[in-house]
């Protein structure tokens, strides 16, 4: 397991933890970031990550990023 900012661009994987505060797994949620989904890197800046999760298009921050495990 990886934190989700450390994945490259162009790389995929499936979502096994959410960690965080309660109100920061929720917000993840809410944006489809759930254990078991798929998720793709597309763009990386300064940390920050643009990623395909459910068919759209997703920007994080790098700390919300640090959040998921995959």
Not at 12 to 37: M, P, W, Y
């Amino acid at each position: 397991m990886m934190p989700l900012v450390m994945m490259g661009i162009g790389g995929s994987g499936t979502i096994r933890k959410v960690g965080g505060s309660d109100e920061t797994r929720r917000f993840l949620g809410n944006l489809g970031f759930v254990a078991g989904t798929k998720v793709t890197v597309l763009s990386e800046i300064g940390g920050n990550v643009i990623v395909n999760i459910k068919d759209s298009r997703v920007a994080l921050n790098a700390d919300m990023a640090r959040h998921i495990m995959v």
